[in-house]
């Protein structure tokens, strides 16, 4: 007898935990050629709320950690992916030696923001000179919740947005890619066997139109990552949305996730803080 194989069940990636969303509903995901690959859970705005509670709960506890620590955890998650680059190169088609070139670039792009952590202070940081009997030390320190929109590459394009996020100590909740989603949620299973502490990274799958607004207007959310929304009109109310409690909004722009990333991605949802001590105290 020939069996049947087991398909996977796509879900979303809340607090650690992969739970089906809690309105039950699912959308069919295809590939370009139009053919089925499977079904992803359909988040609404229940999850995207959840997914903000566990992204706030894992806050002081991330943004705690040494960046040395933050950095080992990125590398660990680098290895992780390097380990199942096959089912990941699957996953994206497109022609094997392409994919395998994406899920290179992945890991080589974890590895480079890794070796970022316990240096973003020194370059983004100051001593400050003053006229006065007093040391002025600034010093970065992280926003706290970022929403994020990503973008349309599921892979090379959502690491690229995601760990400059999480390695400065922010947390994350993020909106899949629409169309591609089924790499993002390879990439939670990843990012829960790396040491990456539940509810830092989370991750929604499901319509950018429905779960965008409701993340941009939610208070609890201190930034908002816009990649990859492209309607003009969507992203313009999700920004008039943030503006209610001030979050650092990061505009849509086309981007070459191929190019040098440089830090603008890691300093824009830094804050800075200063600090006052007298000299010889």
Same mark, same amino acid.
């Given at each position: 007898?020939s069996?049947?194989?087991v $398909?996977?069940?796509y879900k =979303?990636?809340?607090?650690g !935990?992969?739970?089906r969303? /809690?309105? *039950? ?5 295809t590939s ?7 079904n992803?859970s ?5 999850d995207?709320r959840d997914a903000v509670?566990?992204?706030?709960k894992a806050?002081p506890?991330?943004s705690?950690a ?8 990125l590398? $660990?998650?680098a290895?992780m =992916?390097?380990?199942?680059? !096959?089912?990941?190169?699957? /996953?994206? *088609?497109?022609?094997k030696?392409?994919?395998l070139e994406a899920?290179d670039?992945?890991?080589d792009r974890?590895?480079w923001?890794?070796g ?7 370059v983004h ?8 009997p007093y040391f002025n030390?600034?010093?970065p320190?992280?926003?706290g919740?970022v929403?994020i929109v990503a973008p349309?590459d599921?892979?090379l394009g959502?690491v690229?947005v995601?760990?400059p ?12 890619s ?6 993002s ?14 509810g ?6 499901g319509?950018?139109?429905e779960?965008?607004p409701?993340l941009?207007?939610?208070?609890d959310?201190?930034?908002?990552d816009?990649t990859?929304v492209t309607d003009?009109?969507?992203a313009?109310r999700?920004?008039?949305a943030?503006a209610e409690?001030?979050k650092?909004v990061?505009r849509?722009?086309?981007e070459?996730?191929t ?6 991605r ?9 600090v ?6």
């Amino acid at each position: 007898m020939s069996r049947l194989t087991v $398909r996977k069940t796509y879900k =979303l990636y809340i607090g650690g !935990a992969f739970p089906r969303s /809690e309105s *039950g509903r699912s959308y069919p995901v295809t590939s370009p050629k139009g053919e089925f690959l499977a079904n992803a859970s359909q988040a609404s705005r229940k999850d995207a709320r959840d997914a903000v509670v566990a992204a706030r709960k894992a806050f002081p506890g991330w943004s705690g950690a040494t960046p040395y620590n933050r950095g080992q955890i990125l590398y $660990r998650v680098a290895e992780m =992916l390097e380990g199942r680059r !096959a089912q990941f190169a699957e /996953e994206l *088609g497109g022609g094997k030696r392409a994919a395998l070139e994406a899920v290179d670039a992945a890991v080589d792009r974890l590895v480079w923001y890794a070796g970022w952590s316990d240096k973003i202070a020194s370059v983004h940081g100051a001593a400050n000179p003053v006229a006065g009997p007093y040391f002025n030390l600034s010093s970065p320190e992280p926003t706290g919740v970022v929403a994020i929109v990503a973008p349309a590459d599921p892979l090379l394009g959502l690491v690229s947005v995601v760990a400059p996020v999480i390695v400065t100590g922010n947390t994350c909740v993020v909106v899949a890619s629409e169309p591609s989603p089924l790499a993002s949620i390879t990439l939670a299973e990843v990012l829960a066997t790396s040491d990456l502490p539940g509810g830092v990274v989370n991750v929604l799958t499901g319509r950018q139109a429905e779960l965008a607004p409701w993340l941009a207007s939610h208070m609890d959310v201190n930034g908002l990552d816009l990649t990859g929304v492209t309607d003009a009109d969507l992203a313009l109310r999700c920004e008039q949305a943030a503006a209610e409690n001030l979050k650092r909004v990061l505009r849509p722009a086309q981007e070459d996730w191929t190019a040098d990333p440089g830090i603008r991605r890691m300093t824009r949802f830094l804050e800075t803080k200063t600090v006052w001590h007298p000299v010889g105290i």
